[in-house]
Nanobody
Framework: QVQLVESGGGLVQPGGSLRLSCAAS????????MSWVRQAPGRGLEYVSQ????????GVAVSMKGRFTISRDNVKNIVYLQMNDLKVEDTALYYC??????WGQGTQVTVSS
């Protein structure tokens, strides 16, 4: 069974940084591209970033470009999202995703002064 467990969220001030982690199990991690998406009240699911099997970033949302970086460890089966220069607007529940049918439980990121 596919399992994706996000962690690393928390409360930070604007301009701060967080690194989110997603531990994957139940499938051959190295065979799949992975993504991060987020959800905030009043918004739909919003694309954040995607990474291919070799560890190359294949896309990032415009509002997060230059601030967020996706990476992966194909030995530990972990996907990361490094979040820098956080803004209040980044407050959301962050999910990692293998595909539309494979989601984690999410980790909450709250950016507030």
């Amino acid at each position: 069974q596919v399992q994706l467990v996000e962690s690393g969220g928390g409360l930070v001030q604007p301009g701060g940084s967080l690194r989110l982690s997603c531990a994957a199990s139940g499938f051959t991690f190295t065979d799949y591209w992975m993504s991060w998406v987020r959800q905030a009240p009043g918004r739909g699911l919003e694309y954040v970033s995607q990474i291919n099997t070799d560890g190359d970033e294949t896309g990032v949302a415009v509002s997060m470009k230059g601030r967020f970086t996706i990476s992966r460890d194909n030995v530990k089966n972990i996907v990361y999202l490094q979040m820098n220069d956080l803004k209040v607007e980044d407050t959301a529940l962050y999910y990692c995703m293998r595909d539309l049918g494979s989601w984690g439980q999410g980790t909450q990121v709250t950016v507030s002064s």
